[in-house]
């Protein structure tokens, strides 16, 4: 990295820790994680899935709906990166979905949805073994977009998402983030379609009534969902 590349990295992750300080819950933490992600690394858009019911990887943050696809393409057929990632502990690079072979029905799927390179990247906890029990994802329309440094930065936003995923401690409370993920979602829904806004401008409604009215951000959309009206 070039100086001004560093000081802008450190200025970043400065912020993250700052604003993942005052995240007043995981659901709050990872949506943290995955927006610094898309500021820190070379990345077009992000997510996080965790083990939480059984075996099966459930979707707990996202950037944006095509990472929802991207992941659901590989929940249902258990197998991808993904699902590799999370077996395997082991992070998974995609250089080209056009080219590349390990998975091809998937890496054509993904391909026609814009998405040209793939970066998984296991979420350990400190138990002995090193438990994985999630991924952070990084995918980006263009190819061969993640270099040494983008895969560092991954690793340590991983570290990141790990501490919110330790701090959870019982599978229960790593499920309600994944419950409180919907939740979120068919909030944002509502707002859109009532004041015909994008769900970037969604989201930031929920979480501005959650911060100013002090109330966590799945209760604020539990709340619209309910009674389809915001908390005063």
């Avoid at 604003?19 to 927006?35: I, K, M, N």
């Amino acid at each position: 990295m070039t100086e001004p590349e560093l000081a802008h990295s450190a200025d970043t992750f400065a912020r993250l820790a700052i604003e993942l300080h005052d995240a007043p819950g995981v659901e709050e933490t990872l949506d943290a994680v995955v927006q610094f992600a898309l500021q820190a690394v070379n990345c077009t858009y992000a997510g996080v899935a965790f083990y939480t019911r059984g075996s099966q990887a459930e979707i707990a943050a996202v950037t944006d709906q095509v990472v929802t696809d991207i992941y659901e393409l590989q929940i249902a057929a258990d197998s991808g990166p993904l699902v590799t990632a999370l077996r395997d502990s082991a992070t998974v690079l995609i250089r080209d979905t056009t080219s590349d072979g390990r998975w091809p029905d998937w890496s054509t799927k993904v391909a026609a949805l814009g998405i040209r390179s793939v970066l998984d990247v296991p979420l350990a906890t400190g138990d002995a073994p090193r438990r994985t029990v999630g991924v952070l994802g990084l995918y980006s329309t263009e190819p061969d977009a993640f270099g040494t440094d983008d895969e560092a930065i991954a690793h340590i936003l991983a570290r990141h998402a790990s501490v919110a995923v330790a701090s959870a401690r019982h599978e229960e409370t790593m499920a309600e983030a994944v419950d409180a993920r919907k939740l979120v979602g068919q909030a944002m829904g509502i707002l859109m379609e009532r004041f015909d806004v994008d769900g970037d401008r969604a989201f930031a409604i929920l979480k501005r009534y959650s911060q100013d009215t002090n109330t966590k951000l799945r209760d604020v959309a539990q709340q619209l969902i309910d009674t389809r009206k915001l908390p005063h």
